[in-house]
């Protein structure tokens, strides 16, 4: 089984600082892993993705996530934030399958 | 290019009636997925489709919900009848051939049974 943990419901940062959103995950073998964001009333909207090689990976907008397989984690960074950041952000993972498992989602909200 | 396009976004019903999501996938891809959100539950694979069949439909909640996928470029999610904790937000996505393409998904439509 296969599972994705994004331990923080919310989080808040001001405008310019750097932003984290934390994902670990669980699978057997090696992972696929994504990051997705949601604006309201929207579909989620693809990031970033690691597959293999490079433990940083750089994606859409900016933002970028580091791999870190003694950890099981995939972090979603940017180093300076935007109002327009705001909005619900999914990590996803998938092991030998199609199926994707989806973590709660992460509320970021970047304050002027 | 033109994404993932779902029909109707809003659809407001009175319990016990058919609804009839629709959803075109973006051309070439020859995977679909069915998801549901809802706050309680986040967000739900309900049934997956490769080369217009059924793969998996373990995520399906009920008899009253089934899915079809006529041709590659069209498909159908029906409830019938419905009930009110069917309203949630169901979102389409498909996808490329390829367990690292990522999936692309629909705006959504958002169903309130009533």
């Known amino acids: 089984a296969q599972s994705v943990a994004q331990p923080e419901d919310q989080v808040n940062v001001a405008e310019g600082n750097p932003l984290t959103v934390k994902c670990t995950y669980s699978?057997?073998?090696?992972?696929?892993l994504f990051w997705y964001v949601q604006y309201p009333n929207r579909g989620l909207q693809f990031l970033l993705k690691?597959?293999?090689?490079?433990?940083l990976v750089k994606g859409s907008y900016g933002f970028e996530a580091e791999f870190n397989k003694s950890q099981t984690s995939f972090h979603l960074k940017k180093p300076s934030a935007l109002v327009s950041d705001s909005a619900l952000y999914f990590c996803?993972?998938?092991?030998?399958?199609?199926?994707?498992?989806f973590g709660g989602g992460t509320r970021v909200l970047v304050k002027p | 290019d033109a994404g993932v396009i779902q029909s109707p976004r809003h659809e407001v019903t009175e319990m016990g009636q058919e609804v009839t999501l629709r959803c075109k996938p973006i051309?070439?891809?020859?995977?679909l997925f069915w998801y549901r959100q809802t706050m309680m539950r986040g967000l739900e694979l309900l049934i997956y489709?490769?080369?217009?069949?059924?793969?998996?439909d373990s995520g399906m909640p009920e008899d009253r919900f089934s899915a079809k996928m006529p041709n590659a470029s069209f498909s159908t999610l029906k409830i019938q009848p419905s009930e009110p904790r069917d309203s949630a937000v169901y979102f389409c996505?498909?996808?490329?051939?390829?367990?690292?393409?990522?999936?692309?998904f629909g705006d959504g439509t958002r169903l309130s049974i009533l």
């Open positions: 996505a498909s996808r490329g051939t390829g367990e690292s393409q990522p999936q692309h």
């Open positions: 699978v057997s073998g090696n992972p696929y």
């Open positions: 996803a993972v998938t092991a030998a399958g199609n199926k994707l498992t």
């Open positions: 489709f490769n080369n217009n069949v059924p793969i998996d």
């Open positions: 690691y597959i293999t090689g490079d433990n």
């Open positions: 051309s070439g891809h020859d995977y």
